[in-house]
């Protein structure tokens, strides 16, 4: 034990199965729990969206929910779950001192201009002249015809006040592993001594589901359990709107403020396995042993999407260990991109401060965990590219 350890002490969720931990995990801690399912609005595709959410809460100022789209109204008022959970919020020497690290996209596009230009061009040659028309009406004030991805971060410090350094990832579940590692490497070395990190996905919008389909890769049909989409019409996935952030300290910084300790985050390793030549499942099990699995049973929360290659190679590398116990949570809560990685971790601590692990999410191809879970194992192999696993331990 060291006062460098990496602790959880702040976590704040949203999925459609609701908002905050504690609300997660008695929906999660009931067998055979039913998914919160959209099938109609975005056939023949299937989303889990948002719950009802008053803003107020976490965004007092109209103004500043206004100037945000779904998507940044989502992690900022995440994060604010997550700073209040950790008793940060409102503190102005603990607001100004405070680190960041945001996992984000590329943001939500306006389609009202999207459909204009193109219904525009369709009766026009001089498109460059129309684009730039379009380009000198249209513009939002980030210059851009989507949000710039660093709005989500800077609109947290505006809102939650926090002012510490500050950087944005982008790489879909990547960004969210490389967010959650460089949080914790820089408590580690004495760079930071309490970070939020997390992100945040807003699917229930076309241009996010047309970014998964132009590869192929969304689930078409009947809804599936997570590791029951192999072989069904479509790509496997199947989305989800939510957020995930965590508040990481030095163990010695949480200790002395007396805060509440969740758990321990352990090792956090990552990788980019070349997959056009076959090296998942060996990139996998490698990450495997990086991350220095404890003896005996072990939980493991998996983020997998259900994108056959992918998740055919992490359930394979799952069963030829015996002793790993996976849930794949996105069976209940969609895949969420960005924030996929720190909704795993936030899980996998749950389990290890509450002394109990989750039921089976899909009896057919989860098997049970007996006893109680000193350590989680947490994983995001993602969709397309990047691999990435941490180690939650009791604290």
């Known amino acids: 034990m060291s006062s460098h350890d990496v602790v959880i002490t702040g976590i704040g969720l949203v999925s459609s199965l609701g908002e905050g931990p504690d609300a997660h995990w008695r929906k999660l801690a009931q067998p055979g729990l039913s998914p ?7 056939a023949p595709y299937t989303v889990h969206p948002l719950p009802e959410i008053d803003w107020n809460l976490q965004i007092a100022k109209r103004g500043d929910q206004r100037q945000m789209e779904t998507w940044q109204r989502l992690g900022t008022y995440t994060a604010g779950l997550a700073l209040d959970d950790a008793g940060i919020k409102g503190n102005d020497e603990l607001c100004t001192t405070m680190d960041m690290v945001v996992a984000a996209g590329g943001g939500e596009r306006d389609e009202a201009v999207d459909a204009d230009i193109m219904a525009a061009s369709e009766s026009r040659n001089d498109r460059d002249v129309l684009l730039n028309e379009k380009l000198t009406t249209e513009l939002r004030p980030t210059l851009f015809l989507a949000q710039l991805s660093n709005l989500l971060a800077g609109n947290i410090s505006i809102v939650h006040k926090v ?13 969210g592993v490389s967010a959650v590692e460089t949080a914790a490497s820089r408590i580690r070395s004495g760079q930071s001594t309490h970070i939020l990190v997390g992100g945040a996905f807003q699917t229930e919008h076309s241009d996010m589901l047309l ?16 590791w029951q989409r192999q ?26 403020r007396g805060r509440k300790i969740y758990a321990e985050l352990g090792s956090v390793v990552s990788g980019r396995a070349r997959r056009r030549l076959g090296g998942l499942d060996t990139e996998i099990a490698t990450l495997l042993r990086q991350a220095g699995l404890p003896k005996g049973d072990l939980l493991a929360m998996s983020g997998a999407s259900g994108a056959h290659a992918a998740t055919a190679a992490e359930k394979t590398s799952f069963d030829a260990n015996p002793a790993i116990a996976a849930r794949g949570f996105s069976t209940l809560t969609g895949h969420m991109k960005e924030a996929q990685f720190p909704f795993a971790v936030a ?14 999410f899909d009896a057919a191809a989860e098997k049970p965990f007996e006893g109680v879970p000193k350590s989680v194992l947490a994983t995001a192999v993602g969709y397309h590219q990047f691999e990435g696993m941490a180690l939650v331990n009791a604290a």
């Open 347 to 360: 899980l996998a601590a749950l389990a290890v401060d509450r002394k109990a692990a989750y039921p089976v």
């Open 231 to 256: 072989g069904a019409d479509g790509g496997g996935v199947v989305s989800g709107s939510g957020g995930a952030f965590l508040v990481l300290e030095q163990r010695e910084h949480a200790i002395a």
């Open 36 to 42: 919160v399912l959209e099938s109609g609005r975005f």
């Open 163 to 175: 002012t510490g350094s500050s950087r944005t990832f982008m790489g879909e579940e990547g960004a």
């Open 211 to 226: 970014g998964y389909e132009l590869a192929g890769y969304l689930h078409r049909g009947p809804w599936k359990p997570v």
